[in-house]
Nanobody
Framework: HVQLVESGGGLVQPGGSLKLSCAVS????????MAWFRQAPGKEREGVAA????????LYADSVKGRFTISEDNAKNTVYLQMNSLKPEDTAMYYC????????????????WGQGTQVTVS
């Protein structure tokens, strides 16, 4: 049974930082894409950051480039999203995803999703 559990969301002031974690169980993330998506009320879900695990290559949406950093800890089977210089427009539910089915790491279709963690910048 594959399970992705996000944590680390919360309320932060503009300019602040948060670090999200995505702990993966029942699935070994190795040489595969993992990604963070977000969805704000009334908006479509968008890919924020992606990483090719084991290789370290990363991709970022233009809106977060230079502010967000995705990383992995293979020993813990966990992927992180460090978010700095947060803006009100970063407010959304953030989801991690694993098991790319088709498409690109950042915008493709994934098999496994977490339940989400809320990030509010205000």
């Amino acid at each position: 049974h594959v399970q992705l559990v996000e944590s680390g969301g919360g309320l932060v002031q503009p300019g602040g930082s948060l670090k999200l974690s995505c702990a993966v169980s029942g699935y070994t993330v190795s040489r595969d894409c993992m990604a963070w998506f977000r969805q704000a009320p009334g908006k479509e879900r968008e890919g924020v950051a992606a990483i090719f695990t084991g290789g370290g290559a990363t991709l970022y949406a233009d809106s977060v480039k230079g502010r967000f950093t995705i990383s992995e800890d293979n020993a813990k089977n966990t992927v992180y999203l460090q978010m700095n210089s947060l803006k009100p427009e970063d407010t959304a539910m953030y989801y991690c995803a694993a098991g790319l089915v088709r498409g690109s790491c950042l915008r493709g279709e994934y098999n496994h999703w977490g339940q989400g963690t809320q990030v509010t910048v205000s």
